[in-house]
Antibody
Framework: EVQLVESGGGLVQPGRSLKLSCAAS????????MAWVRQAPKKGLEWVAT????????YYPDSVKGRFTISRDNAKSSLYLQMNSLKSEDTATYYC????????????WGQGASVTVSS | DIQMTQSPASLSASLGETVTIECRAS??????LAWYQQKPGNSPQLLIY???SLADGVPSRFSGSGSGTQYSLKINSLQSEDVASYFC????????FGAGTKLELK
């Protein structure tokens, strides 16, 4: 069974940093692109980052480019999201997702990690 | 960015009814479109990809169609477990999502 378990969420002040982790199991992690997608409270979905199988290529929307960094450790079957210079508009549930069919089609999702940016 | 306009924003339907949700892209996305279902309190789940391909384990009452800039998700014979929000997503370019459609039972 595919499992994605996020951790590291919490309350953080504006301008500070936070790092999310995602532990993957039930599939060969190193074979898949991985992504982070967020959902602000009562809002829709927003793609945040994607990383290639080896980690050599990363992709971001303009809203987080230069502030967020996606990375992975294939030996540990783990995905990470380093979030710097956090803003109130980054408040959301962050989902770890596997891109199993196409590079940007998310076919498995974690339960989400809540991030609140507030003073 | 490619904008995805989804309609309706909310929908109320009866059990057994057929429901259709529409999604319009701001430019041609060449069928690079996925649909997701998000039940209350849960994470999203993939329903459809490549506009009309059913993801593994998804009931056959769900179907997708469309081309160019216009796409739709159809749910035949609505079941109580289909109460959820539905989101379209294009991946012809960096992914963007529609605002969602909240489906409730009448």
């Amino acid at each position: 069974e595919v499992q994605l378990v996020e951790s590291g969420g919490g309350l953080v002040q504006p301008g500070r940093s936070l790092k999310l982790s995602c532990a993957a199991s039930g599939f060969t992690f190193s074979n898949y692109y991985m992504a982070w997608v967020r959902q602000a409270p009562k809002k829709g979905l927003e793609w945040v980052a994607t990383i290639s199988t080896s980690g050599s290529r990363t992709y971001y929307p303009d809203s987080v480019k230069g502030r967020f960094t996606i990375s992975r450790d294939n030996a540990k079957s783990s995905l990470y999201l380093q979030m710097n210079s956090l803003k109130s508009e980054d408040t959301a549930t962050y989902y770890c997702a596997r891109a199993g069919i196409r590079a940007y089609v998310m076919d498995a999702w974690g339960q989400g990690a809540s991030v609140t940016v507030s003073s | 960015d490619i904008q995805m306009t989804q309609s309706p924003a909310s929908l109320s339907a009866s059990l057994g009814e057929t429901v259709t949700i529409e999604c319009r892209a701001s430019e041609d996305i060449y069928s690079n479109l996925a649909w997701y279902q998000q039940k209350p309190g849960n994470s999203p789940q993939l329903l459809i990809y490549d506009a009309n391909s059913l993801a593994d384990g998804v009931p056959s009452r769900f179907s997708g169609s469309g081309s160019g800039t216009q796409y739709s998700l159809k749910i035949n014979s609505l079941q109580s477990e289909d109460v959820a929000s539905y989101f379209c997503q294009q991946y012809n370019n960096y992914p963007t999502f529609g605002a969602g459609t909240k489906l409730e039972l009448k």
